[in-house]
């Protein structure tokens, strides 16, 4: 696929397609594990991303085929987060999830190889999972010292259940992409040499899809889940709605022309 590359960074790649940006993990040395500079240049392609309004789906990956990504670099883990080149430590990857699920637009993990701890988590935040047959997953916090209580865990059981949920965490078990298929991991698992034009085939059939319907079911989805915090993104979808109607422009218009609204004319629907 002739992708156009966005903007430069050091451990990402930033590309579109058509209405499709790319954000894949640019570490296969280490299965695409991440560094509080991966996080954040993930976080700003991801905001650039939901502003750009010519973009309407986001896929999420890791380039070299063998990971999507093996979770935060274990090499750079220093006391309380990952420690970086100003050598103050992050968790920043919890801020990345958070962007994930509130950006109006549909998240697509394109996976292939290692969904592993942190990078797991990060494949079951997006709205939607494509895995290659090479796929694996698993969370491995209990092993080495770590783990995520937030979406990683309440998340997670919202998607596999609560039994498979607690499986993950306490055995730290991988699974194949089968499996995931199977407990509802994952949208679809197809060869690797097809994944990445599958995951495009879906894309470009979301983006035929109403963006305003798309909009308002994510944050439909999120509201159910994310408590007062999704009930904002909800409202706030509403508010944009409202917004385009002659009922809100009358409001407006009257503080403008320093005359009293006359909402008279707009029906009262039952
Ligand atoms: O839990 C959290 C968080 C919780 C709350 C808030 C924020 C959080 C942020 C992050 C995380 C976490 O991600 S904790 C979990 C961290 N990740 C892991 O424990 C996975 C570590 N990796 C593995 O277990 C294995 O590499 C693997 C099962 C994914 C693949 O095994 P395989 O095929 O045998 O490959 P391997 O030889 O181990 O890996 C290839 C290279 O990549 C190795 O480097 P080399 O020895 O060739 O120099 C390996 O060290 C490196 N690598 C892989 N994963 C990581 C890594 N290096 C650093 N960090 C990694 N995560």
Known sequence: FPWKTIKEYEEILFQQYKGIAKISINRPHKHNAFT???????????????????????????EGGKAFCSGGDQSVRGDGGYVGQDLVPRLNVLDLQKQIRSIPKPVVAMVAGWAIGGGHVLH????????????RFGQTGPNVGSFDGGFGASYLARVVGQKKAREIWYLCDQYDAQEALHMGLVNKVVPLDQLEATTISWCERILEKSPIALRMLKSSFNA??????????????????????EEAKEGKNAFLEKRKPDFSKFPKFP
């Not at 509080?36 to 890791?62: C, F, N, W, Y």
Request: proline share 2%.
């Open 124 to 135: 079951v935040v997006c709205d939607l999972s494509i895995a290659a047959d090479n796929a």
């Open 224 to 245: 159910e889940l994310d408590g007062q915090a999704g009930i904002q993104e909800l409202a706030g979808n509403a508010t944009l709605l409202y917004y385009l109607s």
């Open 36 to 62: 509080p500079k991966t996080v954040q240049e993930m976080s700003e392609a991801m905001e650039l991303a939901r502003q750009d309004t010519s973009i309407g789906v986001v896929i999420l990956t890791g």
